[in-house]
């Protein structure tokens, strides 16, 4: 169980203390009983939706995906209905169970409010062929940023330790005494008035990497709402209001076809938003 599980069942009262209910931040003593009451199963089974998918790449054995901003890649709590995964169950119809019930598919993932292309394996055999590149590094991933601030040099590389913020759960950091590596080059692409545009080419893949990276650079993403900081300059904040998301696109995906040994590259144009983000910045020099 994960401790936002165990946290909503307290709430639930399906843990009890001394037999009555309480909360997750109760205090325990000495000589406490504690009671838990696991609910029953709830079954797993995701619905297919036929959803619009903006398809780059398809055969026999992966998809390539077009993700706008605002799509979450597969079910969670919250986001049960109208993902990515519920679009491919119905454009895709021996998808299920590949990679696991509840992510089928779905060999590496971005955010819900970033945009951009990724890969969804159609069978085990590709899913596996894909996961050894990304754990290899040899995928190559490479977004378009838009930060605040001035970014220290023309380009330059990012290799810490990565993991769970130590006082905020639901954050990541890349200022931890332990944790997985995380490698990311940027090269800044052209600067504004109080803002940058950084082309971010990944070797590591870690739940928003490029968001912590940028903000521990000094220079987070335009709009990020977690990492980030409302811009000093009225007119660049009034560029990030009207975005309404974090500026990152994840612009050009490249591998080995697990199958058939070809290479494949892609690429996307930056979205509507992002465009009209861009062009503001540019207004502003």
């Given at each position: ?8 069942q307290i709430g639930e009262a399906a843990v009890t ?229 974090q500026a990152l696109h994840a612009r050009s995906l ?32």
């Amino acid at each position: 169980m994960s401790r936002s599980q165990l946290a909503r069942q307290i709430g639930e009262a399906a843990v009890t203390v001394n037999g009555d209910a309480g909360t997750p931040s109760r205090k325990l003593r000495s000589g406490d009983v504690v009671v838990w009451a696991p609910p029953p199963a709830v079954p797993t089974e995701i619905a297919a939706e036929a959803l619009p998918l903006a398809i780059v790449y398809e055969d026999a054995y992966l998809v390539v995906i077009d993700k706008p901003a605002g799509l979450v890649v597969h079910p969670a709590p919250g986001h049960e209905a109208g993902t990515l995964v519920n679009a491919l169950l119905a454009h895709c119809r021996d998808l299920r169970g590949i990679g696991g019930e509840l992510r089928p598919g779905i060999v590496h993932r971005i955010d819900k409010d970033t945009s951009g292309l990724l890969v969804v394996a159609k069978d085990d055999a590709t899913m596996n062929g894909l996961a050894a590149a990304f754990k290899a590094r040899t995928v190559e991933r490479v977004y378009d940023a838009f930060c605040v601030g001035k970014p220290p040099g023309k380009a330059g590389r990012i290799d810490t330790l990565y993991g769970r913020d130590p006082h905020a759960r639901k954050k990541f950091s890349s200022r931890v005494r332990a944790g997985k590596r995380a490698v990311t080059n940027w090269t800044v692409v052209e600067r504004f008035e109080g803002a940058a545009r950084i082309e971010a080419r990944l070797e590591t893949g870690r739940t928003h990497q490029v968001r912590v990276h940028l903000a521990a650079l000094g220079c987070p993403l335009l709009g990020d709402k977690t990492y980030g900081r409302s811009p000093r300059d009225p007119e660049v904040r009034a560029i990030a209001e009207a975005l309404g998301r974090q500026a990152l696109h994840a612009r050009s995906l490249g591998f080995v076809h697990p199958a058939t040994g070809a290479r494949l590259a892609f690429s996307s144009e930056l979205p509507a938003d992002m465009a009209g983000a861009l062009a503001a910045l540019r207004a502003l020099a």
